[in-house]
């Protein structure tokens, strides 16, 4: 499927492409699997470019406008589950 991504103009090519990535794996998390490492490094390399916590709720709450996709949930369920090595958001 394809979703609006909230974009930023401001940001750069590097930073867009790198905001989009991490929207696809929170994707993966809810329509099939995602290594648990990968959307952690994804999401550490999204909090490079959006540091501020405010500014990550008003794009997670996009985001999730347009694909009914809860990046922060994805994020949480991937962080306090250290001991499994892929991830679904179809079973938590």
Same mark, same amino acid.
């Given at each position: 499927?394809?979703?609006?991504?909230?974009?930023?103009?401001?940001?750069?090519?590097?930073?867009?492409?790198?905001?989009?990535?991490?929207? *696809?794996?929170?994707?993966?998390?809810?329509?099939?699997?995602?290594?648990?490492?990968?959307?952690?490094?994804?999401? *550490?390399?999204?909090?490079?470019?959006?540091?501020?916590?405010?500014?990550?709720?008003?794009?997670?709450?996009?985001?999730?406008?347009?694909?009914?996709?809860?990046?922060?949930?994805?994020?949480?369920?991937?962080?306090? *589950?250290?001991?499994?090595?892929?991830?679904?958001?179809?079973?938590?």
């Amino acid at each position: 499927m394809e979703y609006h991504y909230p974009i930023d103009l401001d940001w750069t090519n590097d930073e867009m492409v790198t905001v989009v990535t991490f929207f *696809n794996a929170v994707e993966s998390f809810y329509e099939q699997q995602v290594e648990r490492s990968y959307l952690l490094e994804q999401y *550490n390399k999204f909090k490079k470019i959006v540091p501020g916590k405010a500014e990550e709720k008003k794009i997670f709450k996009e985001f999730e406008k347009g694909s009914g996709y809860n990046s922060y949930k994805a994020v949480k369920h991937a962080q306090d *589950n250290p001991d499994k090595k892929y991830l679904s958001g179809n079973s938590k």
